[in-house]
């Protein structure tokens, strides 16, 4: 034990801090993720000024030892590690059939097991639980609207809840249409009315990789073909792993996740967001955007939806409030461009229509402004859960291992050391009650066998905290 500040000539008061700081750090008193004390409180403790606080803080940001985030102080950050991103993978020589169903049915079984830490299912929304704004706001709408909020509702979704999904493209310089808002149940139905509209069995169809699965199976489910385009771990696809896709291949669509990927994390700037559309678009080649993860974002602001950049209507784009706010309540949306007949039909044929009492009740919750607010608060904590879960595993994981640096969303890509088995991996990890999703999930060709996805879209607790413990001792 010693006193904080020493009241001496040497070092100097700021440099005893940024010294306190960094002995709190070693010493795990300080752990990724958490926040540290205000400028004022800070000085008050020590008995220094503010001034001599900021200059320590300015410098410990400038080390990359913390971060300041607007409006909510400063943070202390997961420390750096030499070549820690995953590697990039090759090209996939040719477009093959997707067969991952009985793994990914043995993955979405274990997350429901009752005592299992979900660390295998993205649901970044369960991170910081929006339900009682929501229970509270459908207890309204069922006060006011009676059996008319529990009947069927219009088969394009409900009108006020697409003018606001509407009236939110404009932030992104996008017009649209109410009527050009098509609810869904949820974003894996909207990407398979997209898919449909653009292909049918036995096109190629150009995937990010890794990707997400329920991509490989709705195209596994439409006897289409995946062909994998390598993913950047930092800014999206490798526009010269597409291009050469493009001249060899007979590429009917692309699905890409072209504003924040899944398992990467992976941001695209707008600038290269926009190169792939009028790529893309000069061939007549239309792009399915996945964008349900594009609210959280841990970038200064948000992607701008591939959309905006469309000139021939070619960019079908998809998002949910399933990450967001309320997976249960199965509300996404899909604005097709030139395809919106075609998938308002196929939309008729599938399901007919989506709830209109979780429609009416996220409605309400985006008109009142508490789903900005939410989305705000949730992207801060996902934040700090990154940091303290990348903090842990560079401790608890051995050597080689490499972990991702996602710019949003809810889940770290692991690549294993060598002579790690993903599969393995994973029933090894529930035998002691841990989901993780294997890397053999996201890939059709096999590749990513010593990869693993952990979400970090969970709410913080020891639990957690001992299961990256047990995964950390779990490999070889």
Same mark, same amino acid.
């Given at each position: 034990?010693?006193?904080?500040?020493?009241?001496?000539?040497?070092?100097?008061?700021?440099?005893q801090v940024i010294n306190m700081i960094r002995?709190?750090?070693?010493?795990?008193?300080?752990?990724?993720?958490?926040?540290?004390?205000?400028?004022?409180?800070?000085?008050?403790?020590?008995?220094?000024?503010?001034?001599?606080?900021?200059?320590?803080?300015?410098?410990?940001?400038?080390?990359?030892?913390?971060?300041?985030?607007?409006?909510?102080?400063?943070?202390?950050?997961?420390?750096?590690?030499?070549?820690?991103?995953? =590697?990039?993978?090759?090209?996939?020589?040719?477009?093959?059939?997707?067969?991952? &169903?009985?793994?990914?049915?043995?993955?979405?079984?274990?997350?429901?097991?009752?005592?299992?830490?979900?660390?295998?299912?993205?649901?970044?929304?369960?991170?910081?639980?929006?339900?009682?704004?929501?229970?509270?706001?459908?207890?309204?709408?069922?006060?006011?609207?009676?059996?008319?909020?529990?009947?069927?509702?219009?088969?394009?979704?409900?009108?006020?809840? =697409?003018?606001?999904?509407?009236?939110?493209?404009?932030?992104?310089?996008?017009?649209?249409?109410?009527?050009?808002?098509?609810?869904?149940?949820?974003? &894996?139905?909207?990407?398979?009315?997209?898919?449909?509209?653009?292909?049918?069995?036995?096109?190629?169809?150009?995937?990010?990789?890794?990707?997400?699965?329920?991509?490989?199976?709705?195209?596994?489910?439409?006897?289409?073909?995946?062909?994998?385009?390598?993913?950047?771990?930092?800014?999206?696809?490798?526009?010269?792993?597409?291009?050469?896709?493009?001249?060899?291949?007979?590429?009917?669509?692309?699905?890409?996740?072209?504003?924040?990927?899944?398992?990467?994390?992976?941001?695209?700037?707008?600038?290269?967001?926009?190169?792939?559309?009028?790529?893309?678009?000069?061939?007549?080649?239309?792009?399915?955007?996945?964008?349900?993860?594009?609210?959280?974002?841990?970038?200064?602001?948000?992607?701008?939806?591939?959309?905006?950049?469309?000139? =021939?209507?070619?960019?079908?784009?998809?998002?949910?409030?399933?990450?967001?706010?309320?997976?249960?309540?199965?509300?996404?949306?899909?604005?097709?461009?030139?395809?919106?007949?075609?998938?308002?039909?196929?939309?008729?044929?599938?399901?007919?229509? @989506?709830?209109?009492? @979780?429609q009416w009740a996220l409605s309400e919750f985006?008109?009142?402004?508490?789903?900005?607010?939410?989305?705000?608060?949730?992207?801060?904590?996902?934040?700090?859960?990154?940091?303290?879960?990348?903090?842990?595993?560079?401790?608890?994981?051995?050597?080689?291992?490499?972990?991702?640096?996602?710019?949003?969303?809810?889940?770290?890509?692991?690549?294993?050391?060598?002579?790690?088995?993903?599969?393995?991996?994973?029933?090894?990890?529930?035998?002691?009650?841990? @989901?993780?999703?294997?890397?053999?999930?996201?890939?059709?060709?096999?590749?990513?066998?010593?990869c693993i996805r952990v979400s970090y879209g969970?709410?913080?607790?020891?639990?957690?905290?001992?299961?990256?413990?047990?995964?950390?001792?779990?490999?070889?």
């Amino acid at each position: 034990m010693s006193i904080a500040i020493q009241r001496s000539d040497s070092p100097f008061l700021y440099q005893q801090v940024i010294n306190m700081i960094r002995e709190m750090q070693a010493a795990a008193t300080l752990r990724p993720g958490d926040k540290l004390p205000s400028l004022r409180s800070l000085s008050q403790k020590l008995n220094v000024s503010i001034p001599t606080v900021r200059q320590a803080y300015a410098e410990l940001e400038r080390q990359e030892v913390i971060e300041a985030r607007p409006k909510s102080g400063y943070f202390l950050r997961a420390s750096a590690i030499e070549s820690m991103q995953p =590697k990039r993978v090759s090209l996939a020589k040719k477009p093959l059939l997707v067969k991952r &169903q009985t793994l990914i049915e043995e993955v979405f079984d274990a997350i429901h097991r009752p005592g299992v830490v979900p660390l295998g299912v993205a649901n970044p929304a369960a991170a910081h639980p929006s339900d009682k704004a929501l229970a509270r706001i459908m207890r309204q709408v069922l006060a006011r609207a009676g059996a008319r909020a529990v009947a069927y509702g219009p088969m394009d979704g409900y009108l006020p809840l =697409k003018r606001h999904l509407a009236l939110r493209c404009l932030d992104q310089g996008l017009q649209v249409n109410p009527d050009e808002v098509l609810i869904t149940n949820g974003a &894996q139905e909207a990407i398979a009315i997209a898919l449909q509209c653009v292909a049918k069995p036995g096109d190629v169809i150009a995937v990010e990789s890794p990707t997400y699965f329920g991509v490989l199976e709705l195209i596994e489910s439409l006897g289409m073909m995946a062909l994998e385009i390598p993913l950047c771990p930092d800014d999206g696809i490798w526009f010269d792993d597409l291009d050469n896709a493009l001249k060899n291949h007979p590429v009917k669509a692309c699905i890409f996740s072209s504003s924040i990927s899944n398992p990467l994390g992976s941001y695209m700037p707008d600038e290269k967001r926009q190169r792939l559309v009028h790529m893309l678009e000069a061939k007549n080649i239309p792009l399915i955007e996945d964008d349900v993860y594009g609210d959280l974002y841990f970038t200064e602001k948000r992607g701008t939806q591939a959309q905006t950049y469309s000139r =021939k209507g070619l960019v079908l784009s998809c998002a949910s409030f399933s990450k967001t706010a309320a997976p249960g309540y199965r509300v996404g949306w899909l604005m097709a461009g030139r395809y919106g007949a075609q998938a308002r039909r196929l939309k008729r044929a599938l399901s007919c229509s @989506s709830s209109l009492l @979780s429609q009416w009740a996220l409605s309400e919750f985006m008109a009142s402004g508490e789903y900005d607010r939410h989305t705000r608060a949730l992207r801060q904590v996902l934040k700090c859960n990154k940091d303290r879960m990348v903090g842990q595993m560079q401790a608890a994981f051995p050597e080689g291992t490499r972990v991702s640096d996602p710019k949003g969303a809810g889940v770290l890509w692991i690549e294993l050391p060598v002579g790690n088995d993903s599969e393995s991996y994973f029933h090894e990890a529930l035998k002691n009650n841990i @989901s993780i999703a294997p890397g053999a999930l996201f890939s059709p060709s096999n590749k990513f066998k010593r990869c693993i996805r952990v979400s970090y879209g969970v709410p913080w607790s020891d639990e957690v905290e001992n299961a990256i413990q047990v995964l950390g001792k779990l490999c070889v």
